[in-house]
């Protein structure tokens, strides 16, 4: 536990910045914390946005590994596992008033995980809430933008469904993400789409994972505006269409089912789709049973 004054700025101004990455046991029981740079860069990148001071590499790399080398015996030796590290950061200076505060706190909690999502979700589309607006603070993982979003996923839980589809704040027609998730699609399985990258859209880094394999898997990737009737337009002729959120806790979550005003859109979630091949792939690099090419691995 720790102690704070009720004073804390992080209670007030809404300074709160976190990362999450895994750890995995390799096949040669090794451990690998997987992509930990770029988390450290994103993490910089969120305290920037927030107004917060950069943590060198030397706290946050250094220090992470050296914690998962202490508690080296929460990583499971089973692929249904790994051990999720949830390192953030709080202002703690003890003031009122609306300013950056001169004082922050930087930890690290870890817990074993297993499957975020269990089964593919229905989603709904939120045509009357957003999650952020342009030249807002939607690319930072800020806990602000979190709580922001819990009473339209409540709202869609209580009608049934699993997560939402989030539009964009001016036309709401553009597809941005899928509640705590990156989205995507697989069009006939030949073509990955996903929303651009945009101060209004977090840079997964299982997106960007995904985004570098698919060429590999004979998938030529778009990333590009997508207007939501796309999507359902294809759907209603017959195209195959893969739906999936994609982000670190979740991996790849297959979306079965899509809402929008009122109307419901089946999508493919069939064994041999291709989002579950990227899955696979991307767990044996994590595991260590293929080379990993890109350097992504902390061992």
């Known amino acids: 536990n720790i102690s704070l004054s009720p004073l804390a700025m992080c209670f007030h101004y809404g300074q709160t910045v ?13 451990i690998n914390i997987f992509r930990l740079e770029s ?3 994103r993490m910089n990148r969120s305290l920037e946005r927030m107004a917060m001071p950069p943590l060198p590499a030397s706290c946050f790399i250094n220090g992470i590994r050296d914690l998962i080398d202490k508690e080296s015996q929460w990583v499971i030796d089973d692929p249904e596992y790994s051990l999720y590290i949830r390192p953030f950061a709080i202002a703690t200076e003890n003031k009122l008033g609306v300013d950056a505060s001169h004082d922050y706190l930087f930890m690290v909690i870890l ?5 975020y999502y269990n ?12 999650r952020s607006a342009k030249g807002g603070a939607g690319a930072a993982k800020n806990g602000g933008n979190y709580g922001a ?12 469904f699993d997560q939402i589809i989030w539009l964009d704040a001016k036309e709401k027609k553009y597809i941005e993400e899928s509640g705590t998730m ?5 069009i006939n399985g030949k073509t990955l789409l996903t929303p651009a990258l945009s101060d209004s859209i977090l840079d997964g880094i299982t997106r960007d994972s995904i985004l570098k394999l698919a060429p590999e898997m004979d998938l030529k990737v778009e990333e590009r505006t997508i207007p939501i009737t796309e999507i359902l ?4 002729s017959g195209d195959q269409v893969e739906a999936f959120g994609v982000g670190t806790a979740a991996v790849i979550s297959p979306i079965k089912e899509i809402s929008y005003k009122g109307n419901l859109y089946g999508t493919y979630i069939q064994d041999d789709a291709g989002m ?8 044996e690099i994590r595991r260590g049973t293929v080379p990993d090419r890109f350097g992504w691995s902390d061992l």
């Open 18 to 30: 976190f990362e999450g990455l895994k750890a995995f046991r390799t096949r040669d029981g090794q």
């Open 39 to 41: 988390h450290w860069k």
């Open 111 to 115: 817990s074993p995980l297993k499957a």
């Open 119 to 130: 089964k593919p979700l229905r989603v709904k589309v939120e045509t009357n809430y957003i």
């Open 149 to 160: 979003s819990l009473l339209p996923q409540q709202k869609a839980k209580q009608e049934g």
């Open 182 to 186: 990156n989205i995507m699609f697989i």
């Open 233 to 236: 337009e294809k759907i209603q």
């Open 276 to 283: 579950y091949r990227i899955k696979n792939k991307l767990s």
